[in-house]
């Protein structure tokens, strides 16, 4: 009964995964595209990174406390339908034909807010669902899926947007009001927690990534990796004025990052990462960088799809082995708390790192700023290889968290 009951749950959890992130997908690509198209400047696409990662660096820690203190299904349920509000109020801001940038940021700060206060609990939920060594397998196999949602996701929001740019948040906002719907098919379980003071217990998940060296060299190093390897967030900009592919093709764009993430991790599902995990990190982080200059200057349509493709993949990689290592190696009772310290060096390494991407675009040129940043990328690299000699002997992934 135990094994049949936790498979339901599974399934709830999934369906309640995928829908979360197929509306994120779709959200994104019509955020970006709706105000980029204001006053078609590379900075405001910067400037939706910042206002996305404040709420991050600013709730991390007491949305940490809150997903290890109470249910984090109702956290995940507060949250999922609080961000389709937040999208229903971008389809009021276009149907009433506003052009004011603030007010559209306000509408991305919401929504912002929402996401920061529920991604803690929701990473920690799948560690409370599936056990010991099927975790793995059940990480890399829901990677795969969510990777084929993220290959969807764009292409579906490159259509609605062709039709109009409201059908693209509306689509996003019933995907969330679904996965609010899974959410709630999840039993409630009791959080047992030391009552120790909110201060103390919001550093512990801190004090855990800076104790734990190889935790904080993989984390770290996908931080800087993807801060200055982001070349998402311009993408508006060369499907617009560099590739000149229209709504449709930017869709193609966005999506091709997953593709190559999806055949990555459908392959990790199946041969799970076993032997010289570290080495493994530091040659696909450096694959990425590469990939990152060669769409830069790229003015090839299929050339940047495949470059994208290539980032997406190796990206994969480095997620799945920092996944591993951050839910496996970190007590159940302080999931919440790591995870949300986690998400301020996600939130760095993507939102951040789009408002530097947008930034240096609008000072020496949109494909300048991408190639700098694969440079920049290969550079951190290079110091992480010898910053943290544990990460390049780093072996055997699974039999570590085992022990």
Known sequence: ????????????????????LLAF????????????????????????????????????????????????????????LTEALGLCGFVALILLHAHSLGLYLSAVAFVGIAHS?????????????VRGEHFVRAQATSSSVSQLIAIAGPAIAGALIAVSTPAAFGGAALSYVVATL????????????????????????????FNHKIVLAAISLDLFAVLFGGAVALLPVYATNILHVGPTGFGALRAAPAVGAAFVA??????PIARKAGRKLLAYVAIFGAATIVFGIS???????????????????????????????????????????????????NELGAFESGSVASLIGTQASVVLGGIATI??????????????RFDRLVEEEAA
Not at 59 to 64: C, F
């Open 266 to 271: 459908a392959y990790l599902s199946r041969r």
């Open 117 to 129: 206060m529920g991604t803690p609990a929701m990473r920690s939920l799948l560690a409370t669902i």
């Open 25 to 80: 997908s779709i959200e994104d690509v019509a955020m970006s595209w709706q105000i980029f198209q204001l006053r078609h400047n590379p900075f405001d696409l910067g400037l939706i990174g910042l206002v996305l990662f404040l709420p991050q660096l600013v709730l991390a820690l007491p949305a940490g406390i809150l997903a290890d203190r109470y249910d984090r299904r109702m956290i995940c349920i507060a949250a999922t």
């Open 379 to 392: 550079a951190v690299i290079i110091m992480w290889a010898f910053l943290f000699p544990q990460l390049r």
């Open 299 to 349: 003015h090839n349509f299929v050339i940047s799809l495949i470059a994208l493709a290539i980032t997406g993949g190796s990206d994969m990689v480095s997620m799945v082995i920092r996944s591993v290592l951050v839910q496996l190696r970190t007590p159940d009772a302080m999931r919440g708390r790591v995870g949300a310290v986690e998400n301020v060096f996600i939130g760095a390494s």
């Open 182 to 209: 899974a959410f709630s098919f999840l039993q409630p379980r009791t959080i047992e927690y030391d009552d120790v003071p909110l201060v103390r217990a919001a550093l512990e998940g801190v004090h855990f990534i």
């Open 1 to 20: 009964m135990r094994k049949l009951f936790t498979q339901r749950e599974f399934v709830a959890y999934f369906v309640a995964r995928q829908s979360g």
